[in-house]
């Protein structure tokens, strides 16, 4: 089964940037897509984007123009750039990943990484 870290949180001012790391290990080559998710303090879990194992990419429009997913070269690991951060930007950020597997598609999530954005 595929295990994913996410790295890159902390504490930014508003109009800042971050960038988070999503790196997968185990069997990587199953993974068909990828999705960056946020969830605040409150809220249910939104997502932000995806990419899949072609390197298409979806992203919502509330963070288009602001938000950037991509990948490696080594395809393991998914990047979120994030520009012009504002406070309702905090929140929890995940990544999670779909591989195909015998049984079907297999979901699997990080334990996810915390954005805080100060006014």
């Known amino acids: 089964q595929v295990q994913l870290v996410e790295s890159g949180g902390g504490l930014v001012q508003a109009g800042g940037s971050l960038r988070l790391s999503c790196i997968a290990s185990g069997v990587t080559s199953t993974i068909t897509l990828v999705g960056w998710h946020r969830q605040a303090p409150g809220k249910q879990r939104e997502l932000i984007g995806t990419i899949n194992s072609a390197g298409t990419i979806n992203s919502v429009d509330s963070v288009k123009g602001r938000f950037t997913i991509s990948r490696g070269d080594a395809k393991d690991t998914v990047y979120l750039q994030m520009n012009s951060l504002k406070p309702e930007d905090t929140a929890v950020y995940y990544c999670?990943?779909?591989?195909?597997?015998?049984?079907?598609?297999?979901?699997?999530w990080g334990r996810g990484t915390q954005v805080t954005v100060s006014s």
């Open positions: 999670n990943a779909f591989e195909t597997t015998a049984r079907g598609l297999r979901q699997s």
